[in-house]
């Protein structure tokens, strides 16, 4: 694991950003994982900002993101479809084909997950994932308690998740309570991921992530046991290492 910790969000959105674009540099064809929330959007403006001096392509890349809430279509604004349509697809040159979102409309929960992970096999997995941490250490919507074993499946949203995200909406009981997310398991397949914390209320989660016990209540402690993490975070995010 490394841990890259920079003074402000500014910079971790632009190393995450190096990050990325570096991949995609290298291979053009990468698959990104990508992930919502407050946290990427800098990063995402970074990358826009390097495609459009013509320095990344992202013709060639497939997406699969983390989740999505359960019962919102794509277009509901607080949709993370239509998070990112707003904040990065429509700026890039991405073939809409190949980004991938869990359809929180599905009919069938159980097929709409066993596709997502056999989509995101035949792509020939994911190259690297991005990752924001919650207050109570979820990532996706892995909430604590998750079994480690799990991949792309429904889940119960936690009340401090539903808390924390009610941000975002005209009232708390607008935010779903279930959403569609990609298993632990999932996640730790990825080649290479990158987990970006800012801010005091993230520097609970960031040390008890990075030196605390492995544990499914603490979900994004399983990142100690992948071989190729780096946790970019800012010095407040950082203030408990
Ligand atoms: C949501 C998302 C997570 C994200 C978390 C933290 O619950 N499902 O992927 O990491 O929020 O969000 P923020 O970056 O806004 O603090």
Redesign the pocket.
């Known amino acids: 694991m490394r841990i890259i910790c920079v003074d402000n969000y500014n910079q971790v959105s632009k190393k995450a950003a190096n990050i990325v674009a570096s991949q995609l540099i290298l291979k053009p064809n990468s698959v990104l994982g990508l ?6 959007l800098g990063m995402y403006k970074q990358l826009i900002k390097t495609y459009e001096d013509g320095h990344i392509d992202f013709e060639e890349v497939t997406t699969f993101n ?2 999505e809430y359960y019962g919102l279509n794509k277009n509901n604004e607080q949709s993370y479809y239509y998070y990112m349509y707003e904040n990065f697809f429509k700026y890039i040159n991405i073939d809409m084909n190949k980004v991938n979102i869990p359809n929180g409309m599905a009919k069938n929960i159980d097929d709409e997950c066993l596709e997502y992970e056999r989509k995101i096999r035949k792509a020939g997995g994911i190259d690297i994932q991005v ?5 109570n250490g ?4 892995n909430e604590p308690d998750i079994k480690f074993e799990a991949l792309t499946h429904m889940v119960n949203l936690d009340e401090q ?1 539903i808390k ?2 009610s941000r975002f909406f005209d009232s708390i009981e607008d935010v779903p309570t279930k ?1 569609i ?1 990609m298993g632990i398991k999932t996640i730790m397949h990825a080649k290479k991921i990158i987990l970006l914390a800012s801010g005091i209320e ?1 520097s609970d989660a960031i040390y008890k992530a990075i030196y605390g016990k492995i544990t499914p209540k603490l979900p994004a402690s399983v990142l100690q046991l992948h071989p190729d993490v780096v946790f970019i975070v800012d010095k407040e995010a950082a203030s408990k290492l």
């Open positions: 992930a919502t929330g407050s946290t990427p983390l989740d990752l924001g941490i919650g207050r979820h990532i996706g919507f998740t924390d995200n959403a997310s993230k």
